[in-house]
């Protein structure tokens, strides 16, 4: 029997099949690989995918697209607020929950984000089903690793909803490091990978400790405000300007225009992640005029340096937060249809010179061929060991960086996402004339915060001169952050148990 790994991305859907030891990606209806995340209302029927994408310019108030974004999320959450007031489609508030206000079939109708994903996910069953026949549809869902537990309940709801028997979801740096069984062939390996993804809407960077075939979160950042999508509007202003040197007619003016143009661009740029020149074409983008030209992959290259830097300050970032040094990454995985691109990989090929780079599977591949690894090894277990390995799944982790005050600010010594219970260990060096210890413990300021927050403070005195003091920071797996001072000369010892807010995880 099939299972089936299934990532549900912003812009679009990727269904993989685990069948007799092999793992594949499975065509669609139209016969493409990935369905796009769309779902359009018209006079006449319910679209869903590459037919929908269609209405994006023809019917876009009733074109839902991105509904990702605001999944599980209530309508006075701040990224739903900013998705409604840029989303052509109408959407108001019921029971603080987003709803989509369209005309399906001339008549008006609320549809909630809940509804329009299980829409998309019984296009991903149609896929399935003429895979692997009409029986039980087991899967595997990818989730970002930042969902929270009420988007993660959302995506499993809807998923069901539609058809599947969810049995497990799975972070998608997990996923994506997987899909390439890194540290699963040799369990006793041990090696830092960085993930890098850079899907349509947003990109995220994280740097995962690989230790006995397990997957620890060491950092990780995201950005919602930049994504593949980036690189197609620069191509989108370069076509427009290039339309309005040709017939002297701005097509900027036009919001139906510039759409014309933005989907030429993303079909443009697509095709030059595959071959050096490619024709870009726009029916009756202003005025009935039809646009084409040839694009060289090296002219749009040279249209996106700025673009492209932002990768890289991204995983920069990130490297930061797991207080790694490029030269400490063994692997790097990129996952994301915008890590297609041949110049996304030189770029992060040059940053990370010394690192193993994984992209033989194709970005927006990768993470439903992990998820449907895992739902290979899941399907062939019975209820009471898949509820063993559903609680397995389910940890707790750090909720936000711990440290101690320097001059420079807060040296970080368990990041969030530490897996609990966990130990980490420091040593201070006393000056020569230096006879007292001072410690302040304290968590690193979030993001939305501009202090860092004092916990504890740990003071030990009478030491001799530059003595070595050896500080032990436990995660205790029943709670809290147990903290001991040790200065061996003179035996002297200090400790205490700070309470810290763990956070629920996922593998």
């Known amino acids: 029997m099939a299972a089936y790994g299934i990532h549900l991305g912003t812009c679009s859907a990727c269904l993989a099949v685990y069948q007799d030891g092999k793992t ?98 019984k296009k991903v069953l149609e896929t399935a089903q003429s895979h692997g026949g009409k029986g039980i549809q087991d899967a595997v869902l990818a989730v970002p690793g930042d969902f929270s537990a009420e988007q993660r309940k959302a995506a499993s709801a809807a998923a069901s909803k539609a058809g599947f028997k969810v049995l497990r979801l799975i972070n998608e740096c997990s996923a994506a490091a997987l899909a390439y069984d890194l ?33 620890r979160v060491l950092g990780s950042c995201m950005d919602h405000s930049f994504g593949s999508n980036n690189f197609t509007r620069v191509l989108q202003n370069y076509l427009a300007s290039e339309f309005y040197k040709m017939y002297k007619s701005d097509p900027k003016e036009s919001k139906r225009s510039m759409a014309r143009l933005l989907l030429a661009a993303e079909r443009c740029k697509h095709a030059l992640s595959i071959v ?67 110049l996304v990989q030189r770029t992060i090929t040059r940053f990370l010179p010394s690192s193993d780079i ?72 006393l000056g020569p004339e230096q006879t007292s210890f001072r410690m302040t413990i304290c968590e690193a300021a979030a993001e939305d915060s501009a202090e860092s927050q004092k916990l504890a403070k740990l003071v030990m005195r009478d030491l001799p001169a530059g003595a070595a003091i050896k500080t032990s920071f436990h995660l205790k797996r029943e709670g809290g952050l147990h903290v001991t001072a040790h200065e061996p000369s003179s035996g002297q010892q200090e400790s205490m148990l700070i309470p810290v807010t763990p956070m629920t995880n996922h593998s």
């Open 276 to 342: 050096d020149n490619a024709k870009c074409d726009a029916e009756s983008v202003l005025d009935g005029i039809d646009f084409s030209a040839n694009i060289s992959r090296v002219r749009f290259e040279n249209l996106c340096p700025g673009t492209v830097e932002q990768c890289t300050q991204l995983i920069q970032q990130a490297l930061s937060k797991a207080s790694c040094t490029k030269e400490d990454i063994s692997k790097v995985v990129l996952c994301g249809g915008g890590t297609n691109m041949p």
């Open 24 to 121: 594949n990606v499975a065509v669609n209806d139209a016969g493409d690989r990935s369905t796009p995340c769309v779902v359009g209302f018209t006079s006449y029927d319910l679209e869903v995918g590459a037919s929908a994408k269609q209405g994006i310019v023809s019917n876009a108030r009733n074109t839902v697209c991105h509904v990702k974004r605001i999944l599980g999320r209530s309508f006075e959450d701040p990224v739903t607020q900013e998705y409604v007031a840029s989303s052509p489609v109408k959407v108001v508030n019921q029971n603080n929950q987003p709803v989509f206000e369209v005309e399906f079939k001339e008549k008006k109708q609320n549809v909630s984000a809940d509804s329009i994903t299980e829409m998309i996910y």
């Open 183 to 215: 540290g699963q062939l040799d369990n006793t390996e041990t090696f830092k990978v960085l993930v890098y993804r850079l899907g349509g809407t947003s990109h995220d960077a994280t740097v995962l400790q690989v230790q006995n075939g397990i997957y």
């Open 358 to 429: 994984l992209s033989s599977v194709p970005g927006d591949e990768l993470i439903a061929i992990g998820a449907a690894k895992e739902a290979g090894i899941l399907a062939s277990k019975d209820k009471s060991e898949l509820e063993a390995a559903q609680e397995n799944n389910t940890f707790q982790c750090l909720a936000q960086d711990i440290g101690f005050e320097t001059t420079d600010g807060v040296e970080v010594v368990l990041a969030a996402g530490t897996i609990i219970p966990f130990r980490a260990h420091h040593t201070a060096t």
